[in-house]
């Protein structure tokens, strides 16, 4: 609820050839009920992710590195995620900076 609107959920999932043809129904249930219905959620290829980028403002939370890097050389912001007290930190900090 702290970011409203502004949230949307970015998950990967395999490539078709490794066989896990219910992967993106699964990440769907699995994200709903975690997530309120409001929430979009982008179920996508990894290499599609930085399709996703439309400026700074966009915030990429992963904890893989490539996904990470890949976001920001299309111009977005990546937050490597380690653990929940860092993220916490670090999104604290982006949006410290937003409001400057």
């Known amino acids: 609820e702290r970011y409203g609107d502004r949230l ?9 050839k490794r066989g896990v043809a ?3 129904s699964d990440k769907i249930n699995w994200m709903r009920e975690k997530f ?3 929430v979009p ?3 996508v290829l990894r290499t599609e992710k ?3 980028v439309s400026g700074k403002g966009d915030i990429l939370i992963d904890d893989y590195d490539k996904n ?3 976001w920001e050389r299309e111009g977005g912001t990546g937050v490597l995620f380690t653990d929940y007290e860092s993220l916490i930190k ?3 900090e982006l949006e410290e900076n937003e409001q400057k």
């Open 68 to 70: 990470i890097k890949e």
């Open 8 to 16: 949307e959920i970015l998950s990967g999932i395999p490539k078709p």
């Open 36 to 38: 309120s219905e409001t």
């Open 22 to 24: 219910n992967a993106k």
């Open 50 to 52: 930085p399709q996703f």
């Open 41 to 43: 959620l982008n179920i």
């Open 90 to 92: 670090k999104l604290d």
